[in-house]
């Protein structure tokens, strides 16, 4: 939580309020969580440790680390009192009684108004009258407005510079605004700020591209999350409201945690290396891992369990540690990361007792799937969503905003349990239709809208990634009809490649739902899986997907979504709730699932019924 009166889950703190968003708090409070490097002063971190060395390996040695929960001193005295800290934001406040404006700081309590007479009203006499007496006084509310660059910067919009430029009048100490809604309008215009020294502006025109930069006014490279600025950004600024949906988008990562990976042939190596890795990331010689105090720990592991493999426990420690292993630089890519865990999720692996519990069914035990070869039973798995960064105005700019000063080792991260099904498809045939005329050239009208756009170069969509996630959305929705779950807890995972031309061999979909606040899952998800039940569900998500309200518009749609992401996909079909999509509603098409008005053969499923 941010702090023991501001509670918040341990999983917003990943997203959707992480590092740089501002969250809004009951009674007119509004803060924004500070950066990583104020987060544990000097408690440690090791009892917060996530252990998953395939993906602290993939983040080049940085730990996963769980954002602290408050404890109270009676519950635990070690770790008792620790909060995240956050700062106000945004600065100007107003009161809503009689206008007056004031610009606060980033830390202290509530602010109340001041009560000083700025022009004479009625309601400025409520404010005169109560002025010593705190709690008839009002208090400051936060402004709506802020002001964002590409780079993720923000700050206050800026009220002083636009009332007086525009206005034309000189910027002085003694001046002081008022704030005043109404009038003859409920628009923007409506909102008027006023000086005592009698320039006026109203908001209007304030959200039109480049507005600042007509007055002159560009970044200042603001970061209050990290209480620094970076004086040499001045790039364009854009405004938008504190709590647009635009204003924060998380960067983040999730893995599914395999807990057996071949290397380690028995699990006492396992066990050794995710200790080794715990105890030697804070434990280094110039920055490097000390190889010989590895070895004399491995070893002394051996006096306890005797069938530890000593050269792989030293390698893979110093592997995950140092970023330096030959199987690491091999799996770079998202794809090839995520062929390991596609590997393991299509077979029987595990036990209940286990953090991963799948069962493998061939298609030969379900009936009329013949588009399936497997589906696999997760009773049981751990979902691992490490927070790398955020962005602003675009979810797509080109780099993540800082979210530490100096170089941590670590990354937030949350660990969630919960079940799902894995659908694996028939890659043969899979590949037979995507070469298919028709739908190459469906596919690639979604290519030349992400081109025409600029979000992407010369990559060539893949077909297969567009009906796989196409799908996992339809069945998303029929699913949360059926298993206890709502469509926003449940989640889907596309194993297969995403642009055209990669030698990944996969094609399949993982649906599951996880939970940081549960053990294991309720089942009603794994239990839809079983035969004689799936099937029905599949039937139904397919069928439905046959007709949208918003049809023929929606089928006969050009491109539309965010840039033309999309072809026939809207909110009445086959877009989720953002919690669920992993690829942030973007590369749907039902046309090539269920073919379109002019051509049948284009949809994979057309003549399934």
């Known amino acids: 939580m941010v702090y023991n009166k501001y509670p918040l889950r341990r999983d917003s703190l990943i997203s959707p309020w992480g590092v740089g968003a501002i969250v809004p708090f009951p009674y007119d409070e509004s803060l924004m969580v500070s950066g990583i490097d104020f987060w544990f002063g000097d408690y440690r971190i090791d009892d917060f440790i996530i252990l998953d060395e395939r993906l602290t390996k993939r983040l080049g040695g940085k730990q996963l680390v769980m954002p602290p929960d408050f404890r109270e001193r009676k519950q635990d005295a070690e770790y008792a009192e620790m909060r995240i800290p956050a700062v106000r934001f945004p600065l100007w406040h107003y009161c809503p009684v009689c206008g007056n404006m004031d610009k606060i700081g980033e830390s202290g309590g509530k602010q109340f108004c001041d009560g000083k007479p700025r022009r004479k009203s009625q309601e400025e006499k409520y404010c005169d009258k109560n002025r010593g007496k705190k709690k008839g006084l009002p208090q400051l509310v936060p402004e709506r407005f802020v002001a964002v660059c590409e780079n993720g910067h923000i700050e206050d919009f800026p009220i002083m510079e636009w009332v007086h430029n525009r206005a034309g009048y000189a910027i002085t100490e003694d001046c002081k605004l008022i704030r005043s809604t109404g009038g003859s309008s409920s628009a923007l215009s409506g909102i008027r700020y006023t000086c005592v020294c009698g320039a006026k502006e109203t908001m209007g025109g304030a959200f039109e591209r480049a507005a600042l930069d007509r007055i002159e006014y560009f970044c200042t490279g603001n970061m209050p999350w990290l209480g620094i600025k970076e ?98 630089e091999e799996a770079q890519t998202d794809e090839e990361y995520r062929k390991q865990e596609f590997d393991v999720l299509i077979k029987t692996v595990g036990t209940p ?163 940081g606040d549960s053990e294991g899952s309720l089942g009603g998800l794994v239990r839809q899986g079983n035969p004689g039940r799936i099937e029905n569900t599949i039937r139904r998500a397919i069928n439905e997907a046959r007709w949208c309200a918003s049809d023929p518009v929606c ?55």
């Open 555 to 609: 089928i006969q749609s050009p491109g539309q979504g965010q840039d033309g992401c999309n072809l026939a996909a809207c909110h009445n079909c086959a877009l989720l709730p953002e919690t669920s999509c992993e690829n942030k509603n973007m590369l749907l098409d039902r046309g090539l699932l269920i073919g379109t008005l002019t051509d049948k053969e284009v949809g994979y499923f057309s003549e399934y019924e």
């Open 353 to 515: 007792e286990e953090e991963l519990h799948c069962k493998y069914f061939g298609s030969e035990e379900y009936e009329d799937l013949p588009f399936l070869k497997s589906i696999s039973l997760v009773h049981k798995l751990r979902e691992t969503r490490v927070f790398l960064g955020f962005r602003r105005i675009k979810p797509d700019a080109s780099t993540p905003a800082r979210i530490q000063i100096n170089e941590m080792g670590w990354l937030p991260a949350v660990k969630n349990s919960g079940e799902g099904i894995m659908f694996q498809f028939e890659l043969v045939e899979l590949k037979k239709w995507a070469k298919k005329e028709n739908v190459i050239n469906r596919a690639n009208i979604i290519e030349q809208n992400l081109k025409n756009s600029n979000k992407i170069g010369s990559e060539s969509i893949n077909p297969m990634y567009i009906l796989l996630h196409t799908f996992a959305h339809c069945v998303i929705t029929a699913l949360a009809n059926e298993c206890g779950y709502s469509n926003a807890s449940i989640r889907e995972k596309i194993y297969c490649e995403k642009y055209s031309g990669s030698s990944s061999e996969m094609a399949g979909v993982l649906i599951y739902t996880a939970s």
């Open 231 to 328: 004086n040499s950004c001045r790039e364009s600024l854009t405004v938008l409201q504190r709590g647009a949906s635009n204003l924060w988008f998380a960067d983040l990562l999730s893995s599914v945690y395999i807990p057996w990976i071949p290397e380690f042939k028995t699990m006492a190596t396992k066990n050794c290396v995710d200790a080794g890795i715990k105890i030697f990331t804070s434990q280094r010689i110039d920055g490097k891992p000390d190889l010989e105090t590895i070895k004399k720990f491995v070893d002394s592991r051996l006096e306890f369990e005797k069938d530890i493999d000593t050269n792989i426990a030293v390698a893979e420690i110093v592997a995950t540690l140092t970023n330096a292993s030959k199987k690491h």
